[in-house]
């Protein structure tokens, strides 16, 4: 497939979006969000998209077909604390380097030099224990710094992130009133994730129950959504642009499920971006293995796909590597229309916003 040079310059995925379209609240219950189905009728014959809502999905999807979800959980990734001067801080804790040393983003971040202490919670406090960390490295790539909590050796900061912590919304959520689990999805089992993995926002453990019976199979990966999330293209020549990694685990039962699936029929439906990154990161030498370990895999138009057929996604900021990756699938041009018909049909965006089914026939045809 050949590029036009749109596809690969950072203006070519612009798009303007009334502030009122941005999601501040989840609905409820999660699977009456709005679903949007992109679909052909046959090869070179688009279809207009579908609406639905998002519980009509068991009959969207065929018997046999497998979804691939993320289970990361969201962690109470916020702390609020002050230094030693007084000064409150705010941190974003980004991952753990070693243990108890985290990449953090830290604000205001001028002000904290090597060897700067932190201090969080209230001494004496006994819903809040208080703890100490110290700035020990600046780090280049991210702004951040990297710290170090004072805690014995056998102790975890994760222990004690649901009493320090809150759950950290995207910036563009700052008028909500949800409830934090409202921020994970229904299958959220490993801590890691400092955003929500957000197409799986949508699944009801009933609705989970009714692909099941209608013999649409499930499975899971894990990969701890990072820094990228937060962080936009800022290169006009996209191909130039560098991922940020972020952990995965993509399982020996799960790949063995795959080739399963598709040797009985079936097809790979991916939950959301971040699956898609996994299962074709554990992909790039040609076919897919099991792989734990980090990726940062770009993709964007004239990406070669290996494993993901359909994809199950929300709808995403402008000129952000999310709405590149999902170019890639349908190509650039159909997504933007796609996106200027839902602004117009009033869908809910980002987060919390409605969902988009891409379904496998809609996929461009060099993809």
Known sequence: MQNSDLDISLSGY????????IAQNPVVPRDSSRLMVINSLDAGT?????????????????????LVMNNTRVIPARLYGHKSTGARVEVLLLEEKQHNC?????????????????????????????LTATVIERDENTGGRLLQFDLPINVSLLQFLHKLGEIPLPPYINNSHALEEQYQTVYAKYD??????????????????????????QEFLTLHVGVGTFRPVEVEDVTTHQMHEEWIEVSGDLVEKIYATRNAGGRIIAVGTTVVRAL??????????????????????????????????????????????????????RLLDIYNQAIASRYRFYSFGDAMLILPEARICCS
């Open 14 to 21: 612009d798009y303007e979006l009334p502030p009122e379209l």
């Open 192 to 217: 890691g994730a400092i955003a929500a993995p957000t197409a799986g926002l949508h699944f009801t453990p009933e609705l989970l129950v009714k692909l099941r019976e209608r013999g649409i199979q």
């Open 102 to 130: 985290w990449l953090a983003l830290v604000k205001p971040g001028k002000y904290f030099n090597i060897g700067t202490e932190i201090v969080f919670g209230d001494q004496g406090a006994e819903l809040t224990p208080q």
């Open 46 to 66: 688009l279809t207009p998209p579908l609406d639905h809502i998002f519980r009509d999905l068991p009959e969207l999807l065929k018997p046999g077909d497998l």
């Open 280 to 333: 074709e990161g554990a992909a790039q030498s040609g076919s897919l293995q099991p792989y734990t370990g980090k990726v940062n895999l770009f993709i964007y138009p004239g990406y070669q796909w290996r494993v993901v057929e359909g994809l199950i996604t929300n709808f995403h900021l402008p000129r952000s590597s999310l709405l590149m990756l999902v170019s890639s699938l349908i190509g650039r041009e």
